[in-house]
Nanobody, 115 residues
């Protein structure tokens, strides 16, 4: 098993930046593909970005060019650098870890983008 704890959310104005962090424990971190998802009120949880065990990133079209996902296997962390934030980025952001047959989720961290 792996336990995931997100941090770094907050309230920012449009155009500003935030960096989210996900700390993992309980298993071998490098065995997992990782990702960030988000869920806005009244909407389904959606993919933001993923990163493979080998470090290859993938992004939703809505965040491509603005967000960057990275992982540090030595520190057991996954980060999401969020630049040029827009009001539509407002959501609870969740860290995700995947093995072949298992999926794990963090508790989420709130990101609010508002003027």
């Amino acid at each position: 098993q792996v336990q995931l704890v997100e941090s770094g959310g907050g309230l920012v104005q449009p155009g500003e930046s935030l960096r989210l962090s996900c700390a993992a424990s309980g298993s071998i971190f490098s065995n997992y593909a990782m990702g960030w998802y988000r869920q806005a009120p009244g909407k389904q949880r959606e993919l933001v970005a993923t990163i493979t065990r080998g470090g290859t990133p993938n992004y939703a079209d809505s965040v491509k060019g603005r967000f960057t996902i990275s992982r540090d296997n030595a520190k057991n962390t996954v980060s999401l650098q969020m630049n040029s934030l827009k009001p539509e980025d407002t959501a609870v952001y969740y860290c995700n870890a995947r093995e072949t047959l298992r999926v794990y989720w963090g508790q989420g961290t709130q990101v609010t983008v508002s003027s």
